[in-house]
């Protein structure tokens, strides 16, 4: 089996016990802001092992749309890499967990129909936008049937 390494920023580690421990009841928002939060399960592309991210919760439909804006940082974070490496993730939002698959969006229209969804839905990804040279990467992710 593979192993789950938690993240070691302690706030994220601490949330998605939290959030997983109770089965999506507890610790399902940006700290006291309300704003909902799902985790991302993917696969670290040099250890093979199980990494949870939590993201802010970006719907389009049945799809979800994953930031990896990280704050406005320099650099993408690490779940950037797994994901181009390894597409297939599993979401959980609250008590729901789906298997999904995950493509980047660079399509410009499509790339910008989708980060207007998720600036609508939690603001401040424009201001992490405005603190990076980065174009902030976007990934859709969709339902495995
Ligand atoms: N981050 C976002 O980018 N967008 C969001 O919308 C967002 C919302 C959010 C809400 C709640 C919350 O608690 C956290 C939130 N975060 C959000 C932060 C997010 O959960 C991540 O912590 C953040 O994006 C940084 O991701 P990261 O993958 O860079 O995490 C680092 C700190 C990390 O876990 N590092 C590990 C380590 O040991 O240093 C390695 C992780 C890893 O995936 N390693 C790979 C492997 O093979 O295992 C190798 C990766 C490589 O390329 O080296």
Partial sequence: M????PSPIKW?????????????????TLRDTGMPVIIVTNIGWKTGAIRKTP???????????????????PKHPLWYHNLKVNPKVEIRDETSVFDMITEEIHQSSERSRLWDLAVAAYPPYHDYQNKTDRLIPLFLAKPIS
């Avoid at 593979?2 to 390494?5: G, L, S, T």
């Fill in 12 to 28: 994220v580690a601490d949330q998605v016990e939290l959030y997983e421990g109770s089965g999506g009841i507890e610790g399902i």
């Fill in 55 to 73: 993201l802010m919760r970006v719907v389009d439909g049945e799809n979800y749309i994953l930031i990896a804006s990280q704050g406005g940082r």
């Fill in 2 to 5: 593979q192993e789950y390494i």
